[in-house]
């Protein structure tokens, strides 16, 4: 595999060839290193907030999943983190802390699952296991409202109700900060553009992984918006109570992107959990 550094850009994006298509990746600062997952549609630009808190003592590394960002769309069935796992070899990383968030939560258990050697430690935020189910009235209101802007081809209207997880069932979108909404439907905007309604899904999800958790020995935060929906809070809090060694800790009057909403909070919890881990 090859690594080079992308053109111009002002944040270390970097990019490796996974065998199957270049996926990108932030590489900043130097130290213990530390890996942060972004959430659906997202990318790494997710984590800008965090950066100055965790550059002066943290290697970051910021991945954008296949088939998001500046990495390569899928061309044959893969599991995100197997990619991952071939990240964290090619850079000769390994056991790592892991941050994931939603979708990258969910990578993150996976990786743990899948990739055990690679985890040090877990950080997740609103999510449970790719095997969950979500039964919140309010998240079936969102799918509904996508389904109907998608038939209709209204792209705004998607993309508005796509945003709404950024608010929380209890309050409107126009209540949360306007720059945290302009850049979630930026990353938004530029992952769904990759993409064509009639391409294959190659996603291959990772299976047992309830069951499994109970494996994960490695120490585990969870980080939840306060007033994101009861289904990704309480998912996160199940993982909690079905891991060896895990926590929760709330963000109050956030919602599903409290690392963007509460950046300081956010991130005292999160230096708190790695400063523990060394002891």
Known sequence: MT???????????RSFDSGHGRLAYLDAGTGEPLVL?????????SWADQLPALLPEYRVIAPDTRGHGASANASRPFRPADDLADLLRH???????????????????DLALEHPELVRALVISGNGTGESEFKDPWLGELRDEQNAALAEGDGERWLDSFTR??????????????????RLKEMTRNTVAKHTPDEPQYLVPVTDTWKRLT???????????????????????????????????????????????????FNAHLLGFLRALRG
Request: proline fraction near 6%; glycine fraction near 14%; charged fraction near 25%.
């Open 37 to 45: 997952l972004h959430g659906g549609l997202l990318d790494h630009r």
């Open 91 to 109: 850079l000769g990383l390994g056991p790592v802390v892991v941050v994931g968030l939603s979708m990258g939560g969910t990578i993150a258990l």
């Open 3 to 13: 690594e080079s550094t992308a053109t111009g850009s002002p944040d270390d994006l």
């Open 165 to 182: 997880l950024a608010s929380g069932p209890h309050r409107r979108l126009d209540e949360v900060d306007p720059e945290v909404v302009r």
């Open 215 to 265: 494996g994960i020995t490695v120490p585990l935060l969870a980080i939840n918006g306060g007033i994101d929906s009861v289904d990704h809070i309480g998912l996160a809090e199940r993982v909690v109570r079905t891991v060896v060694d895990g926590r929760a800790v709330i963000v109050e009057d956030t919602g599903h992107y409290p690392n963007m909403e509460r950046p300081e909070e």
